[in-house]
């Protein structure tokens, strides 16, 4: 009760703020998405995410050395993969010399203690641009399953530490799960996207992998964003399917559904700052409207105290660098 309790007391000075303090950030809170290209010396900036680049398997190698050298101990792999090798199918997904498998292996021989996480759905190697195989129109839910743990497996084989499935197709968790243990790889980790929404701020992403859905929209597979029940079941299903982390993305519109989901499980969470998030703040900073450091560690402490134990971020360099 006011006076003999003043809660002001403990915000005298930062020092004493920093004592009471209740969320930190450290670098084991991030996972760094990188892009990978074709070619040699190509470091290109991607219009739509101001100071984020896709880099060539030898510019690859020098940015992992840095991460690790910062701290940063894991990386989410995506590929953009060039236009004459995209099909119905997915075929170059599963090439066990493609972008992708050479990027992981590239990762592993340069650095192996980091964590390497890779993308796993469709929408890169389709030549209609989404997640799962089309067919008359729609996208078809259990032949995709059969592609994408394919794909997990070329994964494995090729070094990944963790697949991480972004399709969300149903049962595509099991189908993947189940491909590993026959095979023999027990120890490879699945984070699964389990509560993605359809969400309009995938824009700046696509650009950079040329991965926009050529017809339609994505809404019969991703999350309607208005619904927060369908996010706990769909993450309840994917840990039963053998999922060992869950994810929800994008970030700062569903804190809500992150803290439901960490108040529900009993497995890590991660969540995704996503390529709009990060180009908003970018272009607000480059007006001059917001600082552009102090909004962007609000953020990713935001993220962290809704409930997030992991965070892929674009700005997980910044961040650390700041930190540090």
């Given at each position: 009760m006011f006076p003999n309790r003043r809660n002001r007391r403990l915000r005298v000075n930062e020092a004493l703020r920093s004592l009471v303090r209740e969320t930190w950030l450290t670098p084991n809170d991030?996972?760094?998405?990188?892009?990978?290209?074709?070619?040699?010396?190509?470091?290109?900036?991607?219009?739509?995410?101001?100071?984020?680049?896709?880099?060539?398997?030898?510019?690859?190698?020098?940015?992992?050395?840095?991460?690790?050298?910062?701290?940063?101990?894991?990386?989410?792999?995506?590929?953009?993969?060039?236009?004459?090798?995209?099909?119905?199918?997915?075929?170059?997904?599963?090439n066990a010399n493609g972008l992708m498998q050479t990027a992981i292996k590239t990762i592993k021989d340069t650095v192996p203690g980091m964590v390497v996480m890779t993308d796993v759905a469709l929408d890169p190697y389709s030549s209609y641009g989404h997640d799962g195989i089309v067919?008359?129109?729609?996208?078809?839910?259990?032949?995709?399953?059969?592609?994408?743990?394919?794909?997990?497996?070329?994964?494995?084989?090729?070094?990944?530490?963790?697949?991480?499935p972004s399709d969300m197709m149903d049962g595509r968790i099991l189908a993947i799960r189940s491909l590993l243990e026959k095979e023999g790889f027990f120890d490879i980790g699945i984070m699964s996207y389990s509560a993605k929404y359809a969400s309009a701020f995938y824009g700046p992403f696509r650009d950079a992998l040329d991965s926009a859905p050529g017809f339609g929209d994505k809404k019969t597979y991703q999350m309607d964003p208005s619904n927060r029940l369908e996010a706990i079941k769909e993450t309840m299903m994917d840990i039963e399917e053998g999922a060992d982390i869950v994810m929800v993305k994008p970030g700062l519109c569903y804190l809500d559904i992150v803290r439901e989901i960490k108040n529900s499980i009993n497995v890590p969470v991660a969540v995704y700052q996503v390529s709009g998030e990060y180009a908003m703040l970018k272009a607000a900073a480059e007006k001059g409207w917001l600082d552009h450091d102090a909004v962007m560690l609000e953020q990713v402490t935001a993220l962290k105290r809704a409930g997030s134990d992991l965070i892929a971020s674009y700005f997980a360099k910044d961040v650390v660098k700041l930190i540090s």
């Open positions: 991030f996972i760094v998405p990188l892009f990978v290209v074709d070619g040699e010396n190509v470091k290109e900036e991607i219009a739509s995410m101001p100071g984020y680049y896709r880099l060539s398997l030898d510019l690859l190698k020098q940015e992992v050395k840095e991460l690790w050298g910062m701290g940063l101990k894991s990386v989410l792999v995506f590929v953009k993969v060039p236009d004459n090798l995209k099909d119905n199918l997915g075929t170059e997904a599963l067919k008359d129109g729609k996208i078809i839910n259990d032949e995709t399953n059969k592609v994408l743990a394919e794909m997990s497996l070329s994964h494995a084989m090729a070094g990944a530490d963790l697949v991480a």
